[in-house]
């Protein structure tokens, strides 16, 4: 499996220079910033930071809405994302009961300012009602919401995210697949990684002052 110290690059070689700058520069600004949720923007209407950037794919949810994946899941929010499948048995059960903590710690802004998301590493085989059941297992509450779509629209969204290895051979191992979360604020654009299995208030901390 991918250890916590591998970072992630994006896909495309052209754009490898700006998400260093992106990334990196996000990585110190959860531990600056306040914790001050702010205002919403009168500009929230118009194209975010990231608008080209990731893709608009439609994807579908664990219980089987439709959303863009820009439009609907990132822009302007904060977002937190893993990916997963539902019969893993590497490091998907521990990353998951992990993040039910975190979900459960960042409950009174769930929903509202930040947002939870697990996209599926198996789209041919983990549809709306394989999610659902997998949520309903792990007993997870509302707030944190699983995406499926088309594989190859989930294979672009996973890259563009900087979850990917840069060995073609580990990158298709869904063994070697990385226990990471992103985080992001896409309205300030800042964006970090941090290990699924991290402390869960820890997590919650840099989380709640993004």
Request: aromatic content about 10%.
């Amino acid at each position: 499996m991918k250890t916590p110290n591998q970072t992630a690059t994006p896909a495309d070689n052209s754009s490898k220079r700006d998400w260093l700058r992106w990334a990196g520069g996000g990585a110190l600004a959860p531990l600056l910033a306040s914790t001050t949720v702010a205002a919403p923007s009168p500009m929230a209407d118009k194209p975010g930071p990231r608008a080209h950037y990731f893709p608009n794919s439609l994807l579908q949810t664990h219980d089987g809405k439709k959303l863009r994946f820009y439009d609907d899941i990132v822009k302007g929010k904060i977002v937190i994302f893993n990916m997963m499948y539902s019969v893993c048995t590497g490091i998907c059960p521990g990353s998951t009961a992990n993040l039910r903590e975190v979900q459960r710690l960042l409950a009174p802004r769930l929903g509202k300012d930040v947002f939870m998301y697990s996209l599926t590493l198996q789209p041919q085989f983990d549809t709306p009602e394989a999610l659902s059941s997998y949520v309903n297992s792990y007993d997870l509450k509302p707030g944190w919401t699983f995406l499926t779509g088309q594989p190859n629209e989930m294979d672009a969204i996973r890259r563009k995210l900087g979850f990917f290895n840069d060995d073609p051979r580990i990158d298709a191992d869904l063994e070697n697949h990385t226990g990471m979360v992103r985080v992001g604020n896409e309205t300030l654009d800042r964006w970090f990684m941090l290990p699924a299995l991290s402390n869960p208030k820890q997590m919650a901390r840099e989380i709640m002052q993004m």
